[in-house]
Structure formats: structure tokens, C-alpha cells
């Protein structure tokens, strides 16, 4: 709070004349992030809609790097609304209650496991990448950890043209897609 009171040019006591204390200033700052997600309209179309959302919410969690790592504090609500948009899409689109818990718990997942992910693991360059890596790999002997290792230099040839965001959202979705229409 001090660093932050400083950065601002004010006295630390003035931030608490607006907030009780550094856990009430991370809510409030989730809360702004929360509500740079755009919600699915009434009565939506469940898997284009559901869809938009989790990219809207990705993107908003990627504006604010920081964010993922501590979107699971407690509600508010804006972070209520993002959750009740996705999980009310969800049922409406004739998903069973258990169905729609579970797609629910693998979206959400997905967009802030992938946000920070990318957070985490953001390299200026490719070199910095190979690096680490390399560096990685000395620690992975190829004959104790041959898939990890095979895994590795996928990633490293380039051979990785599907491993975004969009495409494993798509998996997600396909998938509740064939469970609603088998269940």
C-alpha cells in the first residue's frame, strides 16, 4: 500500500479513506477486469455465445496479466455476472444441471488456466524460449522422459500450428456439444 500510496503521490492514509485494505484494493481491481467481459444476451445461442464470452473474458484477463492468478478470490459482482451469464447460456441451451456444472467448471478453467499460462510463460522472443528450454531439458533425460522430451521439441520445431486458445475452446465446446445431443 505504501509503494502504490507513493506511486500515486497521496499519504497511504488517504488510499484507506477508499479502501479497508490491500485484499479490498485486489477485489476492486478484479472487479474492473470482470467488467471488461461482454455477456451473452438473453436467451443466446448457447455454443456461439458461450464462445464469445470465454474469448471476451481471455482477453480481458490477457489485458490485465496479472488478474488470472488471483481471479478465484471471492465474488463480486461483476465476477458474478460473468458466471451466471456463462452458467444461465449453458442451461438454457437444454444442458442437464450436471452437464452444465461441468462444462461450466471446464470453461471457466480453461480461460483462466490458459490467461495465466500465457501470462506466466511470455517470452519477448523465440530465442528466450529455446533457452529456457534447453536449459529445461538438462534436468529431463530423454531415456527417463521420452514423451515429455518428443513433447518439448514439437513445440520447438514449430510444428505446433493448433495450440491456441480458440482451438481448445472449440474442443470444449464440441465436446458438450456431443454430450448434450447423447444424453
Known amino acids: 500500500m505504501r509503494t502504490l500510496a507513493k506511486e500515486l503521490g497521496y499519504g497511504v ?9 490491500k485484499d479490498d484494493l485486489l477485489d476492486g481491481m478484479l472487479e474492473l ?3 471488461e467481459i461482454e455477456l451473452p444476451p438473453e436467451h443466446a445461442n448457447w455454443k456461439t455465445d458461450v464462445r464469445a464470452c470465454a474469448i471476451s473474458a481471455y482477453k480481458a484477463l490477457l489485458n490485465h496479466p496479472w488478474a488470472g492468478r488471483y ?34 467448471h471446464a470453461l ?11 501470462a506466466e510463460l511470455s517470452f519477448s522472443n523465440n530465442q528466450e524460449l529455446v533457452e529456457m528450454t534447453k536449459k529445461a531439458q538438462l534436468d529431463m533425460p530423454v531415456d527417463r522422459y521420452p514423451y515429455l522430451n518428443e513433447h518439448i521439441q514439437f513445440h520447438l520445431d514449430g510444428k505446433d ?23
Open 33 to 35: 477486469v470482470a467488467a
Open 13 to 21: 492514509m488517504s488510499l484507506y479513506n477508499h479502501v479497508a485494505d
Open 71 to 104: 481471479w478465484g478470490r471471492g465474488p463480486g459482482p461483476n465476477k458474478n455476472d460473468y458466471h451466471e451469464a456463462i452458467l444461465r447460456v449453458i442451461r438454457q441451451g437444454k444442458f442437464s444441471e450436471e452437464l452444465a456444472c461441468q462444462g461450466y
Open 161 to 183: 500450428k493448433t495450440n491456441n486458445f480458440k482451438y481448445m475452446l472449440d474442443l470444449i465446446l464440441d465436446g458438450l456439444e456431443h454430450q448434450l445431443k447423447t444424453s
Open 108 to 118: 471457466t478453467m480453461h480461460v483462466v488456466g490458459f490467461a495465466v499460462q500465457v
